[in-house]
């Protein structure tokens, strides 16, 4: 049975990157438990947790022993690289971004998604979509700094969905249960 390398697993990018796509289907393939920020994060009609308790909810999923975790939250990039034992950071194109956020507010219009809170019904504005498009200057720099300051952590980044696709098809599919 092959083993997993890695158990601690990070996923960042821009919104709309897809790290919830990845997160979910490399979860499913390592049998690891799931962690969405932004579910963590957003309470009911898009109330934010107190920092002080969100990061505490972090803290606590980060001492787990095992676990894939993926958003953004770039205040807690810092902490979260420490427990870290992979990194995988979703380096995509600002216009792929925008088209997929477009896309993803008109498919879950009026819906929640599956990785966010219950009662945060998929939304679009002119801050979230400037944050997108200034990703690239305003927070890829500083994702980059930590990155190379990380120590002891694979770091694996990606920067187009065909490139998602082949590390997912050479990714190992660990099997679980009794034969």
């Known amino acids: 049975m092959e083993q997993l390398k890695h158990k601690r697993i990070l996923i960042i990018g821009s919104s709309g990157a897809g790290k919830s796509t990845l997160s979910t289907k490399l979860a499913e393939k390592w049998n690891l438990p799931l962690v969405h920020l932004d579910a963590l994060f957003w309470n009911a009609g898009w109330v934010p947790t107190p920092k002080p308790e969100f990061l505490k909810k972090i803290k606590m999923t980060l001492e787990e022993d095992e676990w894939i975790m993926d958003g953004n939250f770039d205040s807690t990039l810092e902490l979260r690289a420490k427990y870290a034992d992979l990194i995988i950071f979703l380096d995509f194109p600002k216009v792929l971004c925008m088209y997929r956020i477009l896309k993803r507010a008109w498919v879950h219009r009026g819906k929640t998604r599956p990785d966010m809170a219950p009662g945060c019904n998929e939304k679009i504005d002119m801050e979230f979509v400037k ?49």
């Open 131 to 179: 944050w997108v498009w200034r990703f690239p200057k305003d927070v890829r720099p500083g994702t980059l700094k930590i990155l190379r300051e990380t120590k002891q952590v694979d770091i694996c980044i990606l920067q187009n969905p065909k490139e998602v696709k082949a590390f997912l098809d050479t990714a190992p599919t660990i099997q679980t249960g009794k034969i």
